[in-house]
DNA sequence: GCCAATCATCGATAATTTACGATGCATTAT
DNA sequence: ATAATGCATCGTAAATTATCGATGATTGGC
């Protein structure tokens, strides 16, 4: 993870309407949900959502596959791991001791 | 960490100058650096930096202290932990499977 | 073939963010 | 007391982002 990268994840992930479509899309997964589905879940135009959607997906943070006329989403968890494991790096290294607390609260899953 | 919290967060790392200001400071932990070695650091004017580093201020990820006319920041290691542990809790519930890659990638630590 | 549905893209506009120099306010040094 | 240092804040201009309706392209059903 280089960090431009990072930093168009963070930027898709900094705006309430594209976490939560986010968010949304994790819980739905591994089935994914159409573009319309998320559309009406933001309470958005149909127009504005697709330009969010499309900052995800630029970001790599959703993946989109077509099926017949719908598009369906679904959540790369894979681009949150490598955000994570970026930001963990930079407390990780050398220092263990700083990044312990975040591994004790994250094993209690 | 509720999700205004979360969102001011990503927004503030959102920024090349201060994500890059916060990775600076958290390698300079527990000593921290006064605004003027991140100033020169950053390359930007003071007034401009000045601002980042209010927003990094506003989101909690840095912690200033007033030394005398300098003013040390600090990096609020928390902050992130808390913004982690926000983004892991969607895949976690229910769905360990999901985190497991994350955190086979964090113990390496 | 034709209509409806699904979604991306295209302007246009409003709102927000970024950046800077100038100024102001403390605090330290002389 | 005066000058200088360190930093925040103000005003402003430029750039970016967010939002919408309208339009266009593709697909499925009739």
Redesign the pocket.
């Known amino acids: 993870m280089i960090t431009d990268n990072a930093l168009s994840i963070l ?1 898709a992930l ?2 309430p ?1 594209r976490l939560e479509a986010f968010r949304l899309l994790v819980r739905h997964e591994p089935e994914g949900l ?4 998320l ?1 009406e879940a933001s309470g ?12 995800l997906v630029k970001a790599g943070l959703v993946l ?1 596959e ?1 099926r ?5 989403q679904r959540a790369n968890i894979d681009a949150l791991t490598g955000l994570m494991v970026f930001l963990a790096k930079d407390c990780c290294q050398g220092r263990a001791e700083l990044c312990e607390p975040l591994l004790a609260e994250l094993t209690c899953c």
């Open positions: 930027s900094a705006h309407t159409s573009t319309g589905d559309v958005l135009s149909q127009s504005t959502f697709s330009t969010h959607l499309a900052v989109a077509k017949g006329r719908h598009q369906i």
